[in-house]
T-cell receptor, first 112, second 111 residues
Framework: NAGVTQTPKFQVLKTGQSMTLQCAQDMNHNSMYWYRQDPGMGLRLIYYSASEGTTDKGEVPNGYNVSRLNKREFSLRLESAAPSQTSVYFCASSMTWAEEQYFGPGTRLTVT | QQQVKQSPQSLIVQKGGISIINCAYE??????FPWYQQFPGKGPALLIAIRPDVSEKKEGRFTISFNKSAKQFSLHIMDSQPGDSATYFC??????????FGPGTRLSVLP
C-alpha cells in the first residue's frame, strides 16, 4: 500500500502560469481533501470531496479548482498562479468525511 | 468559534524531559480531538486522538489530557527523545464538519 501519493514533489511557476497537482490514494477511502500549509498558520482546507462525485469549498478556495476524477484521484488546479499561492500543498484522505485523515508527502510550490 | 488555539509556538526540551503542548477551543460541539506529528519534508501523521467521553488517553510515551469544562486539551510527551523533534498540530472536528487545525508547535529535543 502506497497510501496517499502526490505529484509533483516540487514545482516553480511564474505568475500567471497554470498547473495541476495530482493526488491518488489506494486505501479505498471515500473522502479526499486538499490543504495548504503556510508558516505559523497550520493547515488550511482549500477544497474537499466528501464522496466520489461531490466537491465543496473549504476555508481558502479562491484561485483554485478541483476535480474528483474517480474514487482514487483528486486533483487541484491553479488556473493563474499568484505569488500568494506559494505554499506547501497536502492531499489527504479518510474513510468517511471528517474521520481520521491520512496525508500525502506534500508538494512544495513556489510562484515567482 | 471554529478556531483552535495552540501554544507554545515553539518548545525546546532536554532529552528525558516532559514536553507539554496545549490547545483550546470554543465550539462545544467538537467531539473528536486528534494530534498530528509532522517531520520536516513529510506530511502530518496521526499520533493520538481522544473523544470527550474520557479525560485522558495514553499510548506509550504520549498522553492526551482533556478538560471538557475548560475546553482545553493537551499533549504530554514523557521521556522526550531527539527523535520526537517535529511539529505537532492539534485539531478538532465534529460529526459532518471538517477538521480545524491549530497553528502548530515546533518541538526540539536536545540530546
Amino acid at each position: 500500500n502506497a497510501g496517499v501519493t502526490q505529484t509533483p514533489k516540487f514545482q516553480v511557476l511564474k505568475t500567471g502560469q497554470s498547473m495541476t497537482l495530482q493526488c491518488a490514494q489506494d486505501m479505498n477511502h471515500n473522502s479526499m481533501y486538499w490543504y495548504r500549509q503556510d508558516p505559523g498558520m497550520g493547515l488550511r482546507l482549500i477544497y474537499y470531496s466528501a464522496s466520489e462525485g461531490t466537491t465543496d469549498k473549504g476555508e481558502v478556495p479562491n484561485g483554485y479548482n478541483v476535480s474528483r476524477l474517480n474514487k482514487r484521484e483528486f486533483s487541484l488546479r491553479l488556473e493563474s498562479a499568484a505569488p500568494s499561492q506559494t505554499s506547501v500543498y497536502f492531499c489527504a484522505s479518510s474513510m468517511t468525511w471528517a474521520e481520521e485523515q491520512y496525508f500525502g508527502p506534500g508538494t512544495r510550490l513556489t510562484v515567482t | 468559534q471554529q478556531q483552535v488555539k495552540q501554544s507554545p509556538q515553539s518548545l525546546i526540551v532536554q532529552k528525558g524531559g516532559i514536553s507539554i503542548i496545549n490547545c483550546a477551543y470554543e465550539n462545544t460541539a467538537f467531539d473528536y480531538f486528534p494530534w498530528y506529528q509532522q517531520f520536516p519534508g513529510k506530511g502530518p501523521a496521526l499520533l493520538i486522538a481522544i473523544r470527550p467521553d474520557v479525560s485522558e488517553k495514553k499510548e506509550g510515551r504520549f498522553t492526551i489530557s482533556f478538560n471538557k469544562s475548560a475546553k482545553q486539551f493537551s499533549l504530554h510527551i514523557m521521556d522526550s527523545q531527539p527523535g520526537d523533534s517535529a511539529t505537532y498540530f492539534c485539531a478538532a472536528s465534529m460529526s459532518g464538519q471538517n477538521f480545524v487545525f491549530g497553528p502548530g508547535t515546533r518541538l526540539s529535543v536536545l540530546p
